[in-house]
């Protein structure tokens, strides 16, 4: 729907008819003046998600990325499967922490039931600089099944050759 087809956000301010008991004028002025910025809010956000749709392709990803997976190294691109869309969550659990993040593990954990349907539409993988091991013994103390995880290994080897130079 474009812009021009739309009511105008005061005709549908003024037209709400949700009204709280016992309501004051200037509650009911403050409401109308509020719905109508809620209002103009939302087109402005539908602006700009219609402005993102329309960007044309980014730069191409040149190098060549591996990751340690649990079956073994993985290219950048294989982690797509046959999904054209790829969600890629960074696991705070990097090698110098004791702990993974528990803000991390907590919003992963609420994945699991979830991933079988999220990926029916995209590749959904999480990664982590820890070695895969380290990463495994974790997905497995949480009875995590349907985590795909992942060591980013390049990034830890890239470090390590910049910190011994």
């Known amino acids: 729907m474009t812009g021009s087809m739309l009511k105008p956000a005061i005709e549908l301010a003024h037209a709400s008819r949700v009204h709280h008991p016992n309501e004051s004028a200037q509650y009911r002025r403050a409401r ?6 809620e209002i103009e809010l939302r087109r402005h956000i ?4 219609a402005q993102r749709r329309e960007l044309p392709p980014g730069g191409a990803v040149t190098k060549g990325y591996v990751f340690d997976g649990e079956g073994g190294k ?12 790829l969600v890629v969550y960074s696991y705070m659990f990097g090698s110098q922490r004791e702990k993974p ?4 593990t907590s919003f992963m954990g609420t994945w699991e039931a979830k991933l079988p349907d999220v990926e029916r539409r995209v590749a959904f993988v999480f990664v982590a600089r820890s070695p895969i091991e380290r990463l495994v013994a974790a997905k497995k ?13 390049s990034l830890r080897a890239a470090a390590r050759i910049g910190t011994q130079a």
């Open 32 to 37: 109308e003046a509020l719905l109508l910025e």
């Open 46 to 49: 539908e602006r700009v998600a």
């Open 74 to 85: 993985v290219a950048f691109a294989d982690l797509f499967g046959d999904k054209q869309t």
């Open 101 to 104: 993040c528990p803000m991390c």
């Open 141 to 153: 103390a949480r009875g995590w099944t349907q985590h795909k995880i992942y060591s980013d290994f």
